[in-house]
């Protein structure tokens, strides 16, 4: 069956740091990625998401990009803030299917 | 501001009690969703909801009801629920049958049982 599978840290920067959380899944088609963000005592909320092969999505200074050949959608940003700290689920959805979470990664910005 | 709509925020309530959860669209989203989510996990799937019709239920106690009574709302009543039920209850929609679509989630009830 599909699967996400990411680093559940957590993760712990100083402001200005570049992040990496690392993502992979396993999924029988083709399916789309998403990358949520859960601030403290709030839902998730969508940060960007890719739907076929070599897409980029891009959002806040946040990027990942599908890798097909490695099955992975990996989250980056050049230069973290305080502002950045919550947890962070990498997700897929494919046809028919639900909304497959990975475990979370929670990240702690500090200045 | 997000724009699904899920009142209460809070909500305390006693094993004997009955309340309900609302949650409220106006994406014209067809498909809706209950997640219930613990502490530092990831959101479990409850129910589905595709154009007011249940069409999933993840072997939910039967304790947790859920309702749609149009396109724009969704409901769960509770009743009897247990110390373990305590959680995030979320309400999510989406345009049905697009997998490429994110689901857009509401900001949740954090409901607590007595």
């Known amino acids: 069956g599909n699967s996400v599978t990411q680093m559940e840290g957590p993760v712990t920067l100083s402001e200005e740091a570049f992040l990496t959380i690392n993502c992979t899944y396993t999924a029988t088609g083709y399916p789309s990625l998403f990358w949520y963000v859960q601030y403290p005592g709030e839902g998730l909320q969508l940060l960007l998401k890719a739907t076929k092969a070599d897409d980029k999505g891009s959002n806040k200074g946040f990027e990942a990009t599908y890798r097909k050949e490695t099955t992975s959608f990996h989250l980056e940003k050049g230069s973290v803030q305080v502002s950045d700290s919550a947890v962070y689920f990498c997700?897929?959805?494919?046809?028919?299917?639900?909304?497959?979470f990975g475990k979370g990664t929670t990240l702690s910005v500090s200045s | 501001d997000t724009e699904v709509t899920q009142t209460p925020k809070h909500l305390v309530m006693g094993m004997t009690n009955k309340k309900s959860l609302k949650c409220e669209q106006h994406?014209?989203?067809?498909?809706m969703y209950w997640y219930k989510q613990k502490a530092k996990k990831p959101p479990e799937l409850m129910f589905v909801y595709s154009y007011e019709k249940l069409s999933i239920n993840e072997s939910v106690p039967s304790r947790f009801s859920p309702e749609c009574p149009n396109s724009s709302l969704l409901n769960l009543h509770l009743h009897a629920l247990q110390p373990e039920d305590s959680a995030l209850y979320l309400c999510a929609s989406s345009q049905v049958g697009q997998s490429n679509q994110p689901q857009h989630f509401g900001d949740g009830t954090r409901l607590s049982i007595l």
């Open positions: 997700a897929l959805s494919e046809e028919g299917t639900a909304l497959i």
């Open positions: 994406m014209g989203h067809r498909a």
